[in-house]
């Protein structure tokens, strides 16, 4: 059962516009969220995140939407260059140790989405 | 100012076998996680080690173990290897169990055959 789920394997995009990049997540207890960027042959790294108490968190380029209601967030990168080319991962996780089967702090992760950026 | 650095990079074993992957924290950090990668998967986690403890571990057997050391550093032990056992191992460090911003390291790609 996937709590966290990515269903666009890939996504292309021309430099210059705008990519989003979709993630949908089905645990209710989930309070804290997160995007990384992993290029091959290097681990993940950490791009933006968000609080459930919030809706919109920016950082430059990348800015990140959450509709908790929907259970749904989206990346945004505006504007697009050839250098976001890598695969990016959708994580969550509960903010209290009392949810059963998880710990505080434990990451759930997406299968990632695989973006191309095209000069 | 390293960040996380993880050893071997790539290792091959025999179905049956133990291996034993290594991590060092980035610096001022002291809780790691592991975490398998399947091909075509995102990490899954196996463990997280704070203190030198155990402190919580995701749906993995028993033959999944680790350890961390005094100074913070951490070993995974994988024990009668599956060829399902195949999968890329990351490990992340954090500033604190309650941080939830872990820093990954390359990670070790562990094939067994």
């Known amino acids: 059962d996937q709590q966290v789920k990515q269903n666009s394997p890939s996504l292309s995009v021309q430099e210059g516009r705008i990519s989003i990049l979709n993630c949908d997540y089905t645990n209710s207890m989930f309070d804290y969220f997160l995007w990384y960027k992993k290029y091959p042959a290097e681990g993940p790294t950490f791009l933006i995140s968000i609080s459930s108490i919030k809706d919109k968190n920016e950082d430059g380029r990348f800015t990140v939407f959450l509709n908790k209601s929907a259970k749904h967030l989206s990346l945004h990168i505006v504007p697009s260059q050839p250098g976001d080319s890598a695969v990016y991962f959708c994580a969550a996780s509960p903010e209290t140790e009392s949810y059963s089967g998880a710990g505080s702090y434990q990451l759930t992760f997406g299968k990632g989405t695989k973006l191309s950026v095209i000069p | 100012d390293a960040g996380v650095t993880q050893s071997p990079t790539h290792l091959i074993k025999t179905r049956g076998q133990q291996v034993t992957l290594r991590c060092s924290p980035k610096?001022?950090?002291?809780?790691v996680s592991w975490y398998q990668q399947a091909l075509g998967q995102g990490p899954q986690f196996i463990f997280q080690y704070y203190e030198e403890e155990e402190r919580q571990r995701g749906n993995f057997p028993d033959r999944f173990s680790g350890h961390q050391f005094p100074n913070y550093s951490s070993e995974l032990n994988v024990n009668a290897l599956l060829l399902g056992d195949s999968a890329l191992y990351l490990c992340?460090?954090?500033?604190?169990?309650?941080?939830?911003?872990?820093?990954f390291g390359p990670g070790t790609r562990l094939t067994v055959t």
């Open positions: 610096s001022g950090h002291d809780t």
């Open positions: 992340a460090s954090s500033l604190d169990r309650e941080s939830y911003e872990q820093y």
